[in-house]
């Protein structure tokens, strides 16, 4: 098991940019995928990117791509969500993800654990 906290989270302008990092702890922090999801009020979570085990495989939804970049530094057990050009369609909670086969993956059920999210808010 790993334990994942999510920071950077808070409220930007249309426009604007945000990084958010997920730290992790416990178990080896090289060997997990990596991925991070997000959940707007009355909607359901929903993908937004992941990265495999060394970094050199990205993957993202289509709503982000161009927009956001995904990154790791597995000497500081941490990864990294870039967000730019951000939208008011972007405010949601963000959850980071780990999947233990060390792959990226879109799907929610291959990340056992999670991180407890942090808001971000786009203003109009």
């Known amino acids: 098991q790993v334990q994942l906290v999510e920071s950077g989270g808070g409220l930007v302008q249309a426009g604007g940019s945000l990084r958010l990092s997920c730290a992790a702890s416990g178990r080896t922090f090289s060997n997990y995928g990596m991925g991070w999801f997000r959940q707007a009020p009355e909607k359901e979570r929903e993908f937004v990117a992941s990265?495999?085990?060394?970094?050199?495989?990205?993957y993202y939804a289509d709503s982000v791509k161009g927009r956001f970049t995904i990154s790791r530094d597995n000497a500081k057990n941490t990864v990294y969500l870039q967000m730019s050009s951000l939208k008011p369609e972007d405010t949601a909670v963000y959850f980071c993800a780990a999947d233990s086969r060390g792959y990226y993956s879109s799907n929610p059920r291959n990340y056992g654990d999670w991180g407890q999210g942090t808001q971000v808010t786009v203003s109009s």
């Open positions: 990265i495999n085990w060394n970094g050199r495989s990205t």
